[in-house]
């Protein structure tokens, strides 16, 4: 094989690692607006957002095929090795979590019927808040992986405990509430459930955060020298 053929085999393989990349990145783009207008749809009761709603979720949905493709043709054309090969691995499982995240964003929205019947509740606010926690995670995520920066990585996967600090303070209040008194008993399984996906969406930037530094590092997160620091 002369240099000339040689050059372009290695110029189409890095265009094809970097468009694997592009996708992920529109895919998260389209997870984050969904988490975005779900919360919302939830706490303004709007049901309106619904089809567009079903629109987005099946964008990701094809984003997550397509990807899964060009992994395979990736593995089966140019076997990948050392740094594309953690490239291409951990595309997959970054975009398994933002298929999951889709999912779970969409169920946010469709609770939002369960809700139109009752007065707001006041812990809603409090929710809000860790819709909007959650929403930055994802964010410096996304950003982690178009850079590939492990240090952004680190930081996104210890916002962990932020998370689930604020999703603990939701449910106490909650239950506080359907406690004292009989009224939001209903109307708070609902806000329980979205607390709770708002809780394991955080997990799957958590996910992504350690499939971002390996990609970098080949390095599993928690064994990383940085952490000891």
Do not use: C
Request: proline letters at 3%; glycine letters at 4%; aromatic letters at 4%.
């Amino acid at each position: 094989m002369n240099q000339t053929q040689n050059s372009h085999i290695v110029s189409a393989y890095g265009a094809e690692l970097e468009q694997l990349v592009d996708d992920l990145l529109r895919m998260g783009g389209l997870v984050e607006t969904q988490l975005s207008v779900t919360l919302q749809a939830f706490i303004r009761r709007d049901l309106s957002v619904l089809p567009e709603v079903r629109e987005r979720e099946a964008k990701v949905n094809q984003l997550n095929d397509d990807i899964d493709k060009r992994v395979i043709r990736l593995f089966a054309l140019r076997q990948p090795v050392a740094t594309d090969l953690r490239v291409t691995i951990s595309s997959m499982k970054i975009a398994s979590d933002l298929e999951r995240m889709g999912d779970l964003a969409k169920n946010i929205a469709f609770r939002a019927e369960d809700m139109k019947d009752f007065p707001p509740m006041s812990v809603l606010g409090q929710l809000e808040r860790l819709g909007a926690i959650v929403a930055k995670q994802l964010h410096d995520g996304l950003e982690s992986l178009a850079r590939q920066d492990a240090a952004t990585a680190i930081r996104v996967w210890r916002t962990d405990d932020e998370v689930d600090e604020h999703y603990n303070a939701v449910t106490r209040e909650v239950l506080m509430s359907m406690t004292q008194s009989p009224q939001y008993v209903e109307p708070g399984v609902p806000v329980l459930f979205v607390s709770k996906n708002l809780e394991r969406l955080g997990d799957h930037v958590t996910n992504i955060a350690e499939s971002v530094h390996f990609m970098a590092t080949g390095e599993p997160l928690e064994d990383s020298d940085a952490l000891k620091a």
